[in-house]
T-cell receptor
């Protein structure tokens, strides 16, 4: 169990540029989640996947944001035309499959995050 | 919409004492409520999960209670240690796919 890996750890970009983040979940986990966290706040849900299917996108995710999970493995989160308000920590989490009332499927394992600074 | 409230002020506590954190929510009771720990610059780490039909859950020095009548969960750290210093996040399960809604967290500082 190597843990959830996120790259890069830090990204500094200029306003208007596009950025892409990558998340590698724990290998046997079929669910993958993206959250955004700003200073002093808890993580806010952005989107999630079951295998390669994107289940829901938060209204926080404007048209400038897109997430993919090809082949149900790693996932990418792209932000186009970045704005200063996009500066935040972007967290990825994954959870293992479970059946019925299984608790284990509801435990999320988080990566260390990608900190984005838009200048 | 569901609102989650956690103490915004940091909790300063002396080593060996019990820290008690509060998580209040406003609307429906979730099927599960979870507590996570987050250290600066790191992602949250799962600590405990409690179901809506459970009153109390324990894990080592940690204890969680869940009162659906009060719409409140309490998180206790007994015999606190400086290594327990971190931010503790309450999270409510929002749907059957595992979507979580987090509170803002409460920072705990344990001094020797």
């Amino acid at each position: 169990d190597t843990g959830v890996s996120q790259n890069p750890r830090h990204k500094i970009t200029k306003r208007g540029q596009n950025v892409t983040f990558r998340c590698d979940p724990i290998s046997e986990h079929n669910r993958l989640y993206w959250y955004r966290q700003t200073l002093g706040q808890g993580p806010e849900f952005l989107t999630y996947f079951q295998n390669e299917a994107q289940l829901e996108k938060s209204r926080l995710l404007s048209d400038r944001f897109s997430a993919e999970r090809p082949k149900g493995s790693f996932s990418t989160l792209e932000i186009q035309r970045t704005e200063q308000g996009d500066s935040a920590m972007y967290l990825c989490a994954s959870s293992r499959p479970g059946t019925g009332d299984s608790i284990t499927k509801n435990i999320q394992y988080f990566g260390a995050g990608t900190r984005l600074s838009v200048l | 919409s569901q609102k989650i409230e956690q103490n915004s002020e940091a909790l300063n506590i002396q080593e060996g004492k019990t820290a008690t954190l509060t998580c209040n929510y406003t609307n429906y009771s979730p099927a599960y409520l979870q507590w996570y720990r987050q250290d600066p610059g790191r992602g949250p780490v799962f600590l405990l999960l409690i179901r809506e039909n459970e009153k109390e859950k324990r894990k080592e020095r940690l204890k969680v209670t869940f009162d659906t009548t009060l719409k409140q969960s309490l998180f206790h750290i007994t015999a606190s240690q400086p290594a327990d210093s971190a931010t503790y996040l309450c999270a409510l399960l929002r749907d059957s796919w595992g979507k979580l809604q987090f509170g803002a967290g409460t920072q705990v500082v344990v001094t020797p």
